[in-house]
Each structure stands twice: as structure tokens, then as C-alpha cells.
């Protein structure tokens, strides 16, 4: 189970940071992410690890955001400084799963953002 919070209401150019919790170890759920998903679009990648250490940033966002984890706390974390009303979304948390641990993929709630102008 992935829990995020941290969400909320921000001026533009301001910061948040959101929190994915999980339930287990988050070194077995496999490269964790943050996707979002505005009203009538998709849901995109905003930023995950890839191979447990390199980390893949969607291009709106470099420069902006960063993700960590705490393997300790079994979180991961999203710095977003430098707000734009267009990063206004709901920001989900992502699990691949691990097929090494028998973990599958999972998703959690979801948070709302929103940058305002």
C-alpha cells in the first residue's frame, strides 16, 4: 500500500514536498515514481528511478523537482520548487512491482496540487 501526502495549495513559484509511504520495505517494490494527471488528460511521469540509482525526469520538470527516497522510513519523496500553475494535478505514486520478491505493481491515491497564478 502507498500512501502520499503533501499535497495542497501553493502560489506560482512557490514550493511543496510530497510523501509516498509505503507499507513494506519500498526496496522490494522495485523503481518507484510520481506521475500526475490533470483534468482531461493523461497520466504522465513526472520523475522515477530507473535501475534503483539513475533517476528519469519528464522534461517540464528538470531543473524543478527532485526525488528521493528514505529506505529507512520507506518513503519517497518529490521536491517541487519553482511552481507553475500548469504542474497543478493530481500527483500519484507509483510501484512497479519486483518479480525478484514477489511484489506486484501498485498505485496510491493520489494527491492534489494546485499552483495558483
Known amino acids: 500500500q502507498l500512501v502520499e501526502s503533501g499535497g495542497g495549495l501553493v502560489q506560482a513559484g512557490g514550493s511543496l514536498r510530497l510523501s509516498c509511504a509505503a507499507s513494506?520495505?519500498?526496496?522490494?517494490?522495485?523503481?518507484m515514481g510520481w506521475y500526475r494527471q490533470a483534468p482531461g488528460k493523461e497520466r504522465e511521469l513526472v520523475a522515477r528511478f530507473i535501475g534503483g540509482s539513475t533517476v528519469n525526469y519528464a522534461d517540464s520538470v528538470k531543473g524543478r523537482f527532485a526525488i528521493s527516497r528514505d529506505n529507512a522510513r520507506n518513503t519517497v519523496y518529490l521536491q517541487m520548487n519553482m511552481l507553475k500553475p500548469e504542474d497543478s494535478a493530481v500527483y500519484y505514486c507509483?510501484?512497479?512491482?519486483?518479480?525478484?520478491?514477489?511484489?506486484?505493481?501498485?498505485w496510491g491515491q493520489g494527491t492534489q496540487v494546485t499552483v495558483s497564478s
Open positions: 513494506t520495505s519500498i526496496f522490494i517494490l522495485g523503481d
Open positions: 507509483s510501484a512497479p512491482g519486483d518479480l525478484r520478491f514477489g511484489t506486484r505493481s501498485t
